[in-house]
């Protein structure tokens, strides 16, 4: 847990982040139309990776290299450990490298 942020800003910052993964109920219910039409590839669909890459991950691959030395007053991502500086007076911090955001002070992914 997080001293700075407490869980209802945690879950309105989060519910606002996934807000555009709202089709993952279209994606659930064609999968369970593919196994209702095709009740013996049960092994196949199982193995059927269909969700995409998560969007930190393709952008990480397509953007160029933002690794940075740290620097004073700078604080290692507590998800991909890179540096990042603190941007003003806000805890709120958006790693540079992946966009995970975290609290600056104490590093909790948030």
Avoid: M
């Amino acid at each position: 847990s997080c001293p700075t942020f407490d869980t209802q800003e945690v879950e309105r910052l989060n519910a606002r982040q996934h807000a555009g993964h709202a089709g993952q109920a279209e994606v659930d219910a064609e999968l369970e139309d593919l196994r209702r039409q095709y009740p013996d590839q049960d092994e196949i669909i199982a193995n059927f990776d269909f969700r995409p890459r998560p969007r930190w991950e393709v952008a990480r691959d397509a953007r160029p290299n933002l690794t940075r030395e740290r620097q004073d007053g700078d604080k290692k991502c507590p998800g991909c450990h890179q540096w990042n500086p603190q941007n003003g007076t806000t805890n709120l911090t958006k790693c540079r490298v992946c966009s995970q955001r975290f609290c600056f002070e104490c590093g909790v992914l948030l």
